[in-house]
């Protein structure tokens, strides 16, 4: 169970995400300083580098990680691999409310029509790849650095940037429907993936 400091932290840094997100419409992302997005929320700079270490970063941080990392484990033991992280994406991100989605697309184009953010968000793949290789080595009783399960880790990573671009192209794109379509031919597309979870050849 998350911790009240824990929480007082997310909410924190929720807060200030809400306000550079509006700042950055507004001026747009390069002429925001963090200055400006600490004194929106009512803190002080040194409070906003307690929470992010750039300006960067309060556009990259969610919390979807954890929560999909934590739904990935709670899948059905007989679920595949592949079966339990598309249930894991579809009960985190499929009950978001419109506005929560409204947010993650907003934040998606910033990511990818921004240059240092997009830089940023292609330099941290490897920390969620290295996330999802482990709870699929605990699923399948594999190593994480098995190749199979580095494959896996990688082509749901995958799944993620492509879904991503897709929204930069078109702004009316949902990038949640658009994830759990293509994790649904992830799954229909590698048979190694779509055996049982002890069948996830090396």
Same mark, same amino acid.
């Given at each position: $169970?998350? *911790? ?43 409070? /906003? /580098?307690?929470? /992010? ?22 899948? =059905? ?19 978001? =409310?419109?506005?929560?989605? *409204? ?7 910033? $990511? ?12 941290? &793949?490897?920390? =969620? ?5 482990? &709870? ?10 098995? =190749? ?5 880790? *990688? ?9 991503? /671009? ?15 379509? $293509? $994790? ?19």
């Amino acid at each position: $169970m998350t *911790g009240l400091r824990e929480r007082k932290k997310a909410k924190t840094r929720a807060t200030l995400q809400q306000h550079a997100l509006r700042l950055f419409r507004e001026q747009g992302y390069e002429a925001t300083t963090v200055s400006q997005i600490a004194e929106a929320a009512e803190v002080s700079e040194s409070t /906003f /580098f307690r929470y /992010f270490r750039a300006k960067e970063d309060v556009v990259l941080w969610d919390d979807f990680d954890g929560l999909i990392l934590d739904a990935f484990r709670a899948q =059905p033991a007989e679920s595949t691999p592949v079966q339990a992280m598309r249930g894991a994406f579809r009960d985190v991100l499929g009950g978001l =409310p419109e506005a929560d989605r *409204g947010k993650l697309r907003e934040r998606v184009l910033l $990511m990818l029509s921004v240059p240092p953010l997009r830089a940023t968000l292609l330099d941290q &793949v490897s920390g =969620p790849m290295r996330l999802l290789a482990g &709870v699929v080595a605990e699923r399948t009783g594999r190593r994480p650095d098995d =190749p199979g399960v580095r494959a896996l880790a *990688g082509a749901v990573i995958g799944v993620g940037l492509a879904a991503m /671009f897709a929204a930069a192209e078109d702004q009316d794109t949902d990038v949640v429907s658009l994830i759990d379509s $293509m $994790m649904a031919r992830l799954e229909a597309g590698f048979p190694c993936f779509s055996g049982r979870s002890n069948e996830l050849h090396s």
